[in-house]
């Protein structure tokens, strides 16, 4: 079945530093990978995805990255501010446009 | 655009009530929509998925289950709540045709205390 390993669970950095965020799949079948924020008490707000037809997209400062034949992609922030504070999860798309979701990511940025 | 609600905003229930939360979508039509379950300071469960009227699928077995009466209008409901049915239960609404019908879009959730 799908499983979507996510690391680090929690990860703390200074204001102005870059964090990333690793997710492993094992559908190989999945071509779609989205990344969800979540600050506390809301609901999780889709940030950025990328499909499999490229290894990289880019919006502002942040970029996702994958790599199909390793079976894994990244979320890169850069300059890091206190409102990235939040919970990130990634996906992975399956069968019957369902999604599989990481553990979560608990970033915390340092002002 | 597209706008996804959820009611009610908070519940606070017995052991042994019934439950039933609603969650509409507005703006598109034949959505996919899914009803998930975060435990407070957990990752998002998957509980129903229905892709029409009518079409439920179940993830999980519990003692919860979801219907579709409308298009456009997600029900989740129990007969008799636990303690364990605690949490955050959030809809979530993608595109029922095209090219990206992956793509997932939450409600604001309903936070739920059995007690």
């Known amino acids: 079945g799908e499983n979507v390993e996510q690391h680090p669970s929690t990860l703390s950095v200074q204001e102005g530093d870059s964090a990333v965020i690793k997710c492993t799949y094992s559908d190989s079948a999945s071509n779609y990978f989205p990344w969800y924020k979540q600050e506390l008490g809301k609901r999780p707000q889709l940030i950025i995805d990328?499909?499999?037809?490229?290894g990289e997209k880019k919006d502002q400062r942040i970029a996702v990255t994958l790599n199909k034949t390793a079976k894994h992609f990244s979320l890169h922030i850069t300059e890091t501010q206190p409102e990235d504070s939040a919970v990130y999860f990634c996906?992975?798309?399956?069968?019957?446009?369902?999604?599989?979701f990481g553990k979560g990511t608990l970033l915390t940025v340092n002002p | 655009s597209q706008t996804i609600h959820q009611w009610p905003a908070t519940l606070v229930q017995p052991v042994g009530s019934p439950l039933s939360l609603e969650c509409t979508v507005e703006?598109?039509?034949?959505?996919?929509l899914y009803w998930y379950r975060q435990a407070a300071g957990r990752g998002l469960q998957l509980l129903f998925y229905?892709?029409?009227?009518?079409?439920i699928s179940s993830e999980v077995p519990q003692n919860l289950s979801a219907s579709r009466p409308q298009d456009r209008q997600f029900i989740l409901s129990s007969k008799k709540l636990l303690l364990s049915d605690s949490g955050f239960y959030l809809c979530?609404?993608?595109?029922?045709?095209?090219?990206?019908?992956?793509?997932?879009?939450f409600g604001p959730g309903t936070r739920l205390l059995v007690l």
């Open positions: 996906a992975q798309s399956g069968s019957n446009y369902k999604l599989t």
């Open positions: 703006g598109t039509s034949n959505p996919n």
């Open positions: 990328i499909r499999s037809n490229v």
């Open positions: 229905s892709v029409g009227i009518g079409q």
């Open positions: 979530a609404w993608s595109a029922g045709v095209g090219t990206y019908q992956e793509t997932q879009y």
